[in-house]
C-alpha cells in the first residue's frame, strides 16, 4: 500500500475525445509525476509538478496537461484523443523534488477506441 | 525515450533458485533505482543505489552498480512464486533530478 490512490482504474474512450485522470498522493508529498505505460514498455516521463507548479516535462505534446492541488490531489488531462494514447497512466508522489524514490498509484488503463 | 535495455527480456526459474537481471544505461546518474510491477499495474520501489555505492542488499535482494560501465545488476536469491513480476531499472538524471528514465523492464516467472 504506498498511500497514491488513482481514479478511475479503466476507462474506455473515442479518439478525439477529452479525458481527465485524477490522482491522490500521500500527505506530505508535494512532488507528483504522471507517466505513460505503452503494454510491454517501460514508463515514459510526461510532466511532474511541485508545489502546483509544472516542474518538468517530457516529450509530450501540449494536448497533455495537468493540474496539482494544495490538497495533494492532482489531475491528467488529455485532449483530442488518439488511439496511440491507450495506455497505462501512473501517478507517482514523492516528498522530495529530485529523482529519489517515488511511490505509485496503481495506475488508469486508458484504452482510446 | 527509454534510458537502456534491462536483460534479459523474460527469465524463467523454479522456485528456490537465483535471478539475476541487469539494466544498462546511457547518461550520467545520480541514483539507480529498482521497480517491481505486478501484471501491469503500479511500480512497487524496491530500492536504491546512488551513483558513489557499488553494491547494496535488502533482504533477498542485492544490487551492483557499475558506473564505468555504465549497468547494474540484480539479484533475487532464493526465489519464490510470489516474485513472478516484471521488473524495471529507473535512472535519477544528473543533469535533470526531477525525473526518472526507465528501462524496458524483464519479466520474471518463478514457476513452483
Known amino acids: 500500500e504506498t498511500g497514491v490512490t488513482q481514479s478511475p482504474t479503466h476507462l474506455i474512450k473515442t479518439r478525439g475525445q477529452q479525458v481527465t485522470l485524477r490522482c491522490s498522493s500521500q500527505?506530505?508529498?508535494?512532488?507528483v509525476s504522471w507517466y505513460q505505460q505503452a503494454l510491454g514498455q517501460g514508463p515514459q516521463f510526461i510532466f511532474q509538478?511541485?508545489?502546483?507548479?509544472?516542474?518538468g516535462r517530457g516529450n509530450f505534446p501540449p494536448r497533455f496537461s495537468g493540474l496539482q492541488f494544495p490538497n495533494y490531489s492532482s489531475e491528467l488531462n488529455v485532449n483530442a484523443l488518439e488511439l496511440d494514447d491507450s495506455a497505462l497512466y501512473l501517478c507517482?508522489?514523492?516528498?522530495?523534488?529530485?529523482?529519489?524514490?517515488?511511490?505509485f498509484g496503481q495506475g488508469t488503463r486508458l484504452t482510446v477506441v | 525515450s527509454q534510458q537502456g535495455e534491462e536483460d534479459p527480456q523474460a527469465l524463467s526459474i523454479q522456485e528456490g533458485e537465483n535471478a539475476t537481471m541487469n539494466c544498462s544505461y546511457k547518461t550520467s546518474i545520480n541514483n539507480l533505482q529498482w521497480y517491481r510491477q505486478n501484471s501491469g499495474r503500479g511500480l512497487v520501489h524496491l530500492i536504491l543505489?546512488?551513483?558513489n555505492e557499488r553494491e547494496k542488499h535488502s533482504g533477498r535482494l542485492r544490487v551492483t552498480l557499475d558506473t564505468s560501465k555504465k549497468s547494474s545488476s540484480l539479484l533475487i536469491t532464493a526465489s519464490r512464486a510470489a516474485d513472478t513480476a516484471s521488473y524495471f531499472c529507473?535512472?535519477?538524471?544528473?543533469?535533470?533530478?526531477?525525473?526518472?528514465?526507465w528501462g524496458l523492464g524483464t519479466s520474471l516467472a518463478v514457476n513452483p
Open positions: 509538478y511541485y508545489r502546483e507548479e509544472e516542474n
Open positions: 507517482a508522489s514523492s516528498p522530495v523534488q529530485d529523482g529519489r524514490v517515488s511511490f
Open positions: 529507473a535512472t535519477g538524471d544528473a543533469g535533470n533530478n526531477r525525473k526518472l528514465i
Open positions: 543505489i546512488r551513483s
Open positions: 500527505s506530505g508529498h508535494n512532488t
